[in-house]
């Protein structure tokens, strides 16, 4: 007599991928860039004193100087007739021309004990980013009083 052995049909088994060491390694190398990431302080944390909703009844101590930033992201100083072109590349982030006559600004008015009155009037059309760099312009030599205004003399 022949046995007969049937042989029982294995279902194949695909080959499986344990991925929990690999989630482990993602967490871990999220955590290290989260940690060794640098925030750019002046980016991010600009300790200026904004206006009022309500307007001062008493007038500034001292003439505030006027910074035009045009649809073109051309900076000016000044207005009217006196108006003085200072950085006119937009494309170029750093405004040296800018930051020259805001120390000299800025000297003259602790000078004579007075704290230094910025006003800023932005094109509609102008650059965000532009406006960013006049107010790190103004942070880096530490001029914190500044109003935002639409009023420019033609």
């Not at 200072?86 to 805001?102: G, I, K, Q, S």
């Not at 790190?136 to 009023?151: C, H, K, R, Y």
């Amino acid at each position: 007599m022949a046995r007969h052995r049937k042989r029982e049909n294995l279902e194949e088994d695909e080959p499986g991928l344990d991925i929990s060491s690999l989630i482990d390694i993602c967490f871990l190398l999220l955590i290290y860039f989260l940690v060794t990431t640098t925030i750019q302080p002046r980016e991010q944390d600009v300790p200026m004193t904004l206006p009022a909703a309500a307007p001062s009844e008493e007038p500034p101590e001292i003439d505030p100087l006027l910074i035009k930033i045009d649809a073109s992201g051309a900076i000016y100083t000044g207005t009217g007739n006196s108006q003085i072109p200072m950085d006119t590349d937009p494309d170029v982030r750093e405004v040296p021309l800018l930051t020259t006559a805001l120390q000299s600004y800025s000297e003259q008015a602790k000078s004579t004990a007075q704290t230094p009155l910025v006003q800023i009037y932005a094109d509609g059309n102008a650059t965000q980013q532009r406006v960013i760099d006049v107010l790190n312009a103004l942070s880096g030599v530490q001029i914190n009083t500044v109003t935002f205004t639409d009023l420019v003399d033609p």
